[in-house]
């Protein structure tokens, strides 16, 4: 949702990021603790996600949802300029408009996966000081992505804006963006996952992995696209000058 800073080292970040992620969640379940050896039916890995639960299912459509309705809602914008039509041709409130859209979902949505957390069934290897401690740890720094990120670009560099024609006078290079490319993403995903800690909910982790695979999708859209947007304003800019040395 925002224009990429330098990508020369933010993806070898992120395949670290993951990696760490995942290591740290394979030690807290499957590590050599007592408790391995609970033998528990309700707690066994055979039933540690409730499929059945519709709360489960509602909770990942919105996952799916948001990523896949914010990124047609763009392309619809940069080629018909619908939503600036709507806002009575003022691109800025097109963009407003959107966001509260974005931000709104994003509530629902969060709201939802909570609910969903509380209707499956709690792991005891996830409900120690050590998954207290490390929840706390990713929804402290994943909330820092997000909100500096948001800090960084603004309300229509976040949301989309440069979709609109309204575009960042250069790129953001600076804290968030100089740890990882996609903040508010990766911000997100670490939210997620912090609070299926905190819960202890083994299908809190499913659920994140699943915003993990949505978010990469909508970045292999949206990546391109957003550098294609500023690609053809350099252009532009060049073009213009050209003409005017020309005309002189």
């Known amino acids: 949702m925002c224009p990429a800073a330098s990508r020369v080292t933010s993806e070898q970040r992120e395949l670290l990021i993951g990696k760490y992620f995942a290591v740290l969640v394979f030690l807290l379940l499957f590590s050599n603790h007592p408790l391995n050896n609970y033998r528990d039916t309700h707690f066994a890995m055979a039933g540690l996600v409730v499929f059945s639960q519709p709360s489960l299912w509602l909770s990942a459509a919105s996952i799916i949802f948001n990523p896949t309705f914010w990124n047609i809602a763009a392309r619809t914008e940069y080629h018909n300029k619908t939503l600036t039509k709507l806002a009575g041709g003022k691109p800025l409130y097109g963009c407003y408009g959107l966001a509260a859209t974005i931000f709104c979902l994003g509530i629902v949505r969060d709201m939802i996966y909570e609910r969903a957390l509380r209707t499956q069934p709690a792991h005891p290897l996830m409900q ?3 998954a207290q401690a490390l929840a706390v740890a990713l929804i ?4 820092t992505l997000v909100l500096s990120s948001m800090w960084a670009l603004g ?3 976040t949301y989309l804006g440069d979709y609109f024609g309204i575009l960042m006078d250069e790129m953001v290079t600076g ?5 990882t490319g996609s903040p508010m993403y990766w911000g997100s995903t670490m939210s997620f996952a912090g609070t299926a800690l905190w819960f202890g909910k083994p299908a809190g982790l499913l659920l994140t992995a699943l915003v993990f695979v949505a978010y990469k999708i909508a970045l292999s859209f949206e990546d391109p696209f957003t550098s294609e947007i500023y690609a053809k304003r350099e252009r532009e800019r060049a073009a213009a000058k050209n003409g005017g040395k020309k005309a002189q």
Do not use: A, C, D, H
């Open 140 to 143: 402290g720094s994943g909330n």
């Open 155 to 157: 309300i229509t560099g």
């Open 175 to 179: 804290f968030p963006f100089n740890v």
């Open 128 to 130: 120690g000081p050590l």
